[in-house]
């Protein structure tokens, strides 16, 4: 192992450690010890990723079609399963396992796995990739989890641009994709469509919908350039903030940390993508490199998607900051990402 992959690893341990102190004060006042069960999680995904890395990435590759059909099959049984409220988990003994974070690694590697020899020059070439990658956010939107759903896309359309794609050969897809927006609008949960109503204005419902984006605003804003201090955020200590410990444990940092704390985190988030951009430009085969690009479009799209609907620039969609938010499923799928930068082929 090279200097730069310890920095990559470094840089990940960094933000894992402040993570999880962060997760004691957003879980301070909780019942059960989510600072066990998230180390528990972590050191799981040590050996799973200790596993994986030692397959490597090119049988990993040939296995796509299996990973992905694996992964359906999950999605499949999680919503047969009876479940209270949303079906997203299947359990296994004291462990929960969420199958669309599974199809969050499966899918760009059955991507990369069964189509990187297509060349993307004819309309028909856009069809299957599109299809499989639908036909998975389908069943994830099913459960409903819209976060989970939507986080599929940016790998397909990611795999197009690197493969270079006639993107005005795909313009009838686009269109017609574009077409289909108000019929899934019309299917959306009652609460989804406040979600997109309240993000526009959240005032519209402040007691309801609007008000985790209400409260989550406030605790970015009144951490102030260098914040209140640990354990002392109000927001989340006195649990004004919902689910202050997973999906919304940003506004717990920012609030606690302020604005330098902010910067200081981001930093170190930028760091580690770049580092895994250093890594995967550097790797000389093809399809290895595009596997890793993808999982690192994967990763960024999460980090910014979930700190800006923290702070209203994106609808709330559901989705766990990496290495900061509570839940095993993220975790171990985001290691073992990080895992195969770490892999020499």
């Given at each position: 192992?090279?200097k ?13 450690l ?18 066990m069960?998230?180390?528990i999680?972590?050191?799981i ?7 994986v890395?030692?397959?490597?990435i ?9 990973f992905?059909?694996t ?5 499949i ?6 479940a209270?409220?949303?079906h ?14 599974i ?15 297509s060349?993307?020059?004819?309309l ?13 956010a389908?069943?994830i939107?099913?459960?409903p ?7 599929l ?14 993107f005005?050969k ?10 289909t927006?108000?019929?899934?609008y019309l299917?959306f ?10 993000f526009?204005n959240?005032?519209l419902?402040?007691?309801g919908?609007?008000?985790?984006l209400?409260?989550?605003k ?8 260098l ?9 989340g200590?006195l649990r ?13 940092f920012a609030?606690e940390w302020?604005?330098?704390g ?9 760091l580690m ?6 890594i995967a430009s550097?790797?000389k085969?093809g ?6 690009n993808?999982?690192?479009v ?6 910014i ?16 900051l990496?290495f900061f ?13 990080i895992?195969?930068f770490l892999?020499?082929e």
């Amino acid at each position: 192992m090279n200097k730069r992959l310890d920095i990559l690893i470094l840089y990940v341990l960094l933000i894992f450690l402040i993570g999880i102190m962060n997760l004691y004060s957003a879980s301070y006042n909780f019942s059960g010890n989510y600072i066990m069960r998230q180390v528990i999680w972590f050191l799981i995904s040590l050996l799973v990723a200790s596993g994986v890395s030692f397959i490597g990435i090119r049988r990993i590759l040939s296995l796509g079609l299996v990973f992905y059909i694996t992964s359906l099959l999950l999605l499949i049984i999680v919503l047969i399963l009876p479940a209270e409220g949303a079906h997203r988990w299947i359990k296994f003994g004291f462990l929960n396992i969420q199958p669309s974070q599974i199809m969050k690694f499966t899918l760009p590697v059955f991507l990369v796995s069964v189509f990187y020899y297509s060349n993307f020059e004819t309309l028909s070439s856009f069809i299957m990739p599109l299809f499989f990658t639908l036909f998975g956010a389908i069943l994830i939107a099913k459960e409903p989890d819209l976060g989970g759903s939507l986080m599929l896309f940016p790998s397909v359309v990611t795999f197009f641009i690197l493969k270079k794609a006639k993107f005005r050969k795909a313009l009838p897809w686009i269109i017609a994709a574009l077409m289909t927006v108000p019929i899934l609008y019309l299917n959306f949960k009652p609460y989804q469509k406040n979600r997109i109503l309240t993000f526009m204005n959240p005032q519209l419902d402040p007691l309801g919908a609007g008000y985790t984006l209400i409260q989550s605003k406030i605790a970015v804003g009144s951490g102030n350039i260098l914040g209140k201090g640990w354990l002392n955020g109000a927001q989340g200590q006195l649990r004004f903030l919902p689910e202050s410990h997973t999906d919304f444990v940003f506004p717990v940092f920012a609030e606690e940390w302020g604005f330098i704390g902010v910067i200081a985190l981001l930093g170190l988030y930028l760091l580690m993508l770049r580092r895994m951009h250093s890594i995967a430009s550097r790797k000389k085969d093809g399809a290895s490199g595009i596997l890793l690009n993808l999982f690192l479009v994967t990763i960024s799209v999460q980090i910014i998607v979930n700190i800006g609907m923290t702070i209203g620039i994106f609808p709330i969609v559901g989705l766990p900051l990496p290495f900061f938010s509570y839940g095993g499923s993220d975790l171990i799928v985001t290691v073992v990402m990080i895992a195969l930068f770490l892999r020499d082929e």
